[in-house]
Antibody
Framework: EVQLLESGGGLVQPGGSLRLSCAAS????????MSWVRQAPGKGLEWVSA????????YYADSVKGRFTISRDNSKNTLYLQMNSLRAEDTAVYYC????????????????WGQGTLVTVSS | DIQMTQSPSAMSASVGDRVTITCRAS??????LAWFQQKPGKVPKRLIY???SLQSGVPSRFSGSGSGTEFTLTISSLQPEDFATYYC?????????FGQGTKLEIK
């Protein structure tokens, strides 16, 4: 059974930093790209960032480019999101989701999501 | 970047109604589109993948269609548990993009 478990959320002051983690199990982690998706309170879903299975390619939304860094440790089956220079508008629930597999089977994209971790940026 | 325009943003309907939600992509995405349902405080749940394939366990009253730039999600006969917010997602290319969401409320 695929499981994704986020952690690391919390309250941080504007300008501060936070690192989110997503522990994965139940599948061959290194064979899948992974994405972070966020949802501000009362707002819609916003894709944030993705990383290829090897970690060699990374992608970012314009809203976080230059401030957030996605990474992964395939030996630990863990995905990370380092968030720097945080702003009030980064306040959201952050989800990790299983993205494209090596075989690029359409049935696999975004089928599995974690339960989310809340990040609150406030003074 | 590919923009996804979803409509309507909100709608009211009654139990038993047929409902259609539309997503338009700013450029062709083949069938790299998924539909999600989200209820308050819950994780998004995938209903449809590959534009028209029904996720296992999802009731057959949900269906998806389209390819290229125009996509629809149809609920053939609304049930009380279907009142929620629905999102489309294109995963043809990065950055991935979601539609703005459609909040489906009880009339």
């Amino acid at each position: 059974e695929v499981q994704l478990l986020e952690s690391g959320g919390g309250l941080v002051q504007p300008g501060g930093s936070l690192r989110l983690s997503c522990a994965a199990s139940g599948f061959t982690f290194s064979s899948y790209a992974m994405s972070w998706v966020r949802q501000a309170p009362g707002k819609g879903l916003e894709w944030v960032s993705a990383i290829s299975g090897s970690g060699g390619s990374t992608y970012y939304a314009d809203s976080v480019k230059g401030r957030f860094t996605i990474s992964r440790d395939n030996s630990k089956n863990t995905l990370y999101l380092q968030m720097n220079s945080l702003r009030a508008e980064d306040t959201a629930v952050y989800y990790c989701a299983k993205d494209q597999g090596i075989a690029a089977r359409l049935a696999e994209y975004f089928q599995h999501w974690g339960q989310g971790t809340l990040v609150t940026v406030s003074s | 970047d590919i923009q996804m325009t979803q409509s309507p943003s909100a709608m009211s309907a009654s139990v038993g109604d047929r409902v259609t939600i539309t997503c338009r992509a700013s450029q062709g995405i083949s069938n790299y589109l998924a539909w999600f349902q989200q209820k308050p405080g819950k994780v998004p749940k995938r209903l449809i993948y590959a534009a028209s394939s029904l996720q296992s366990g999802v009731p057959s009253r949900f269906s998806g269609s389209g390819s290229g730039t125009e996509f629809t999600l149809t609920i053939s006969s609304l049930q009380p548990e279907d009142f929620a917010t629905y999102y489309c997602l294109q995963h043809n290319s990065y950055p991935r993009t979601f539609g703005q969401g459609t909040k489906l409320e009880i009339k």
